[in-house]
């Protein structure tokens, strides 16, 4: 059973820095598509980014260029997400994806998913 397990959420003012953890555990998932989410209240599910092959190659959505950095380490199967520049729009229940299998921003392409991890950041 495929497990992931996000961590490092909290509370942080503006300009702040959080970083968040994803545990993965049933299967490793190597060099495949891990991803990141997140949804604010009374919000669809927003895609944030992924981080795909053996480089590590990433993509972002352009909210979030130049402020949040996606990263792995495969002998941990843990894949991060480094959130800089935090702004208030920011604060949502972020989500730790894996398993694409169709277009990577739409939510319902992603197979796996945690079970999320707040982030609140006051202005």
């Known amino acids: 059973q495929v497990q992931l397990v996000e961590s490092g959420g909290g509370l942080v003012q503006a300009g702040g820095s959080l970083r968040l953890s994803c545990a993965a555990s049933?299967?490793?998932?190597?060099?495949?598509?891990m991803g990141w989410f997140r949804q604010a209240p009374g919000k669809e599910r927003e895609f944030v980014g992924y981080i795909i092959g053996s480089l590590g190659t990433t993509y972002y959505t352009d909210s979030v260029k130049g402020r949040f950095t996606i990263s792995r380490d495969n002998a941990k199967n843990t894949v991060y997400l480094q959130m800089n520049s935090l702004k208030p729009e920011d604060t949502a229940v972020y989500y730790c994806t894996a398993g694409r299998s169709g277009p990577y921003s739409v939510a319902n392409n992603w197979n796996y998913w945690g079970q999320g991890t707040q982030v609140t950041v006051a202005s």
């Open positions: 049933g299967r490793t998932f190597g060099s495949g598509y």
